[in-house]
C-alpha cells in the first residue's frame, strides 16, 4: 500500500500495520486515530489532509451550500443532508472518507440502500452504501483527490451525482455536478452558470459577492 501524506502545519504517523483496508478500519476505531483533519482510504492509499481550512473559499462556501441543501430536502421530505464530518464508507469498494456533504434520500435509508452504522466513537457515526450525492469542495491540499481518486472512487461506489465546488478564484467559480455515465460520471452541461441536479430535479448557481467589508460572500441560488 503506498501511503499519501499531504502535511499542513502538523504531521501524522500512520502505524506500520496500516497496510490494508480492514486495517485502516481497525485503526478508525482506535485511540490513535487523529481527531483533526482528513484522513481518508481511497483507491488502497491512506490520503491524510491535516492543512489548516481556508475561511472564505472553504469554510464559508461548505456552510452555504450545507445550509441550502439541509432546507431543501427537509422541506420536500427528500431526505437528509450529512454536512462534513460524517464518514462515508462503502465496504465493498474498500473506501471511506469525508466528504465535505452527502444528501440521501429517505428512500435509499428505507430500502437499506444506506445505512446509518456506529462504530467504537458513537452510535450513528458512519454511512454506509450509496447516498444520491457527494460533494467535495476543492482546496489546495485535495485538487487531485477530488478531481480524479475521488471521482473513481465515488463512481465505483453507485453515487448518483458527484457534485465539485472550487472557489479559489472569485473570477471563475466551479460549480460541477456530474452524472453517472455508462463507464464513468459525465459533467452536466450549464445555461449562464447555471446546472441542474437530475437528483433533486432543481438547477443551482454559485454567485459570489462582498460584504461592508469587502469580503466574499457566497450565495447558493436555486430555481
Known sequence: M???????ENQVDIPAWVADFPSFRRWLDSEDF????????INSRVWV????????EHGQVRTEIGAVLHRLVKDAKFGRFAPEGTRYVHPETELSTEPDGMVISNESLRSGRVRLVGGAKG?????HGSPEIVIEIVSEGSEVKDAEWAMAAYFDAGIAEYWVIDARDEDDIRFDIYKRGKKEYTVTRKSDRWVKSGVLGRSFRLTQSEDGDGEPVFTLEVR
Open 123 to 127: 452510535v450513528h457515526t458512519r454511512v
Open 49 to 56: 489532509d491535516l492543512s489548516m481550512e481556508e475561511f472564505f
Open 34 to 41: 487523529p481527531e483533526q483533519g482528513k484522513v481518508c482510504f
Open 2 to 8: 503506498e501511503a499519501i501524506v499531504v502535511v499542513g
